[in-house]
């Protein structure tokens, strides 16, 4: 629960309403510096994330293709997963996702960008990270419940998905945005 609130805020009250590991819902009452009291703001919590730009020596972006029950659809996605509690931090669990669903591994990590999924309703991190000279280490062993397959593509195939609807996923595209907008990778190198 957030202790940083700013300055004439109070919290009132909290209660949690759900607790599992994977969404942990939280109903916060809250008092503004005006005196507006707001009865119930629900937090959702979650564990940080973290999802990877995974490029091979070749220039070919790592990609994964899965299919996400909440929207009945399937779509490519960068390798992602949650910041366990066993991981030593979120580099850490960049890199074991990229190896456990892909089998590919890197010696040439970047942190890339932290953002926030949704600030307004969510207290989660996503951590990313670029992996350069990605290299297939092994076969790839996702956790049964996930379905995915691997493929690889070019800067200028990925742009094309990402403007054609093929990549969906928005904090997936928010690190993709910033990498080919950025000076030294225009062009998909």
């Known amino acids: 629960m957030s202790s940083n609130l700013p300055a004439g805020w109070e919290l009132i009250a909290s209660e949690y309403l759900h607790h599992e590991d994977w969404l942990t819902v939280r109903r916060d009452q809250l008092k503004l510096p005006n005196g507006h009291i707001i009865p119930k703001y629900f937090v959702l919590e979650y564990p940080d994330w973290v ?18 029950h909440a929207i009945g659809k399937s779509s490519y996605e ?18 074991r996702e990229l190896l456990e669903e892909t089998g590919y591994s890197s010696d040439n990590w970047e942190s890339w960008m932290i953002m926030a999924p949704n600030p307004a309703t969510s207290n989660n991190w996503v951590h990313c990270f670029v992996a350069k000279d990605a290299k297939k280490k092994t076969e790839a062993t996702p956790e ?11 800067g ?13 996923q928005a ?6 945005w910033k990498y080919f907008a950025s000076d030294k990778n225009r062009n998909g190198k």
């Open 51 to 68: 999802n990877t730009i995974a490029i091979t020596k070749e220039e070919k972006f790592v990609l994964v293709n899965q299919y996400r």
């Open 78 to 95: 960068l390798c992602a997963g949650v910041v366990d509690k066993t991981d030593e931090d979120a580099m850490a669990a960049a890199k």
């Open 144 to 154: 049964d419940s996930e379905q995915i397959t691997v493929d690889l593509f070019t």
């Open 156 to 168: 200028e195939e990925v742009q094309e998905m990402m403007m054609d609807g093929s990549i969906i």
């Open 171 to 176: 904090t997936h595209l928010t690190p993709l």
